[in-house]
């Protein structure tokens, strides 16, 4: 049987791109060096255990990228659970707070406007004189529906990994910039498929894979298109597989594997 391997090693390599820092991570120690006058700074201040920071998690990092080498504005976060006394300093009471720090001053500016990307770029730019744009870059996750599901994800030569998620879900949101990583990595993979199905849209075709919750990923590989369940919520999925790449050996087991947590 083929197992999940053939999507472990890139798709490790493609969590940590994700996670590359086009939003800078403060602390105690470095708040005072980046946010210091020089440039425009936009900070997050979030805990980690925020369902709210948790949604606007991809925008930000849209923002992020935004202005990625930018020479007048640098996007940044706090963990203020981690870092309180950078929180008690700002008055920061709720999360998450966004404020923007003018170039020449380290006195903030409450930001109370929406929270897509657009919203908050277009504030920045306002407030700076950028030109920062969110920057589209293509999905290579193949989109499936009723009528190319079976043969998309059935394939016998094909390893496919499936999520099944619902527009209004929240967890998927902050799925979809890694997924789209994980699907950029195996664009030249002729062998494996990265996919996903609007499970609420098209109830008839995900109803016969126990799907429960949102978002829920299943792996079939070639040699067998039962699905095989390997995680439901994001941050299960990255601790199971980067769990599963620490300890598995260079010749890959060939066991059938579940997540576990």
């Given at each position: 049987?083929?197992?999940l391997n053939c999507f472990v090693l890139p798709l490790l390599a493609a969590l940590l791109l994700a996670a590359d820092a086009v939003v800078i991570d403060l602390n105690d120690d470095n708040f005072d060096q980046f946010v210091n006058g020089d440039k425009h700074a936009f900070v997050e201040f979030f805990a980690p255990w925020c369902g709210h920071c948790k949604r606007l998690a991809p925008a930000y990092e849209e923002v992020g990228k935004a202005y990625d080498n930018s020479a007048d504005v640098l996007v940044a976060k706090v963990d203020c659970d981690a870092h309180k006394s950078v929180a008690q300093r700002f008055g920061v009471t709720g999360y998450?707070?966004?404020k923007f720090f003018p170039k020449g001053s380290t006195e903030p500016e409450a930001y109370n406007?929406?929270?897509s990307a657009d919203d908050i770029i277009n504030f920045i730019n306002d407030k700076s004189g950028?030109?920062?744009?969110?920057?589209?870059?293509t999905s290579f996750v193949v989109d499936l529906n009723r009528e190319n599901f079976d043969t998309v994800v059935k394939d016998p030569a094909k390893n496919?990994?499936?999520e099944f998620y619902a527009p209004w879900c929240g967890h998927c949101k902050a799925l979809t910039p890694t997924y789209d990583e994980v699907a950029a990595t195996f664009k030249n993979d002729e062998n494996c498929v990265?996919?996903?199905l609007d499970a609420d849209g098209f109830r008839d075709v995900a109803e016969g894979y126990d799907i429960t919750g949102f978002p829920t990923i299943k792996y079939f590989p070639a040699d067998n298109k039962d699905g095989e369940d390997v995680g439901c919520h994001v941050l299960t999925l990255y601790s199971y597989l980067l769990t599963l790449f620490a300890n598995t050996p260079k010749h890959f087991s060939t066991e059938k594997t579940k997540c576990v947590g």
């Open positions: 049987m083929a197992s998450p707070t966004l406007g929406g929270r950028s030109r920062g744009r969110m920057k589209k870059a496919v990994l499936v990265v996919a996903k």
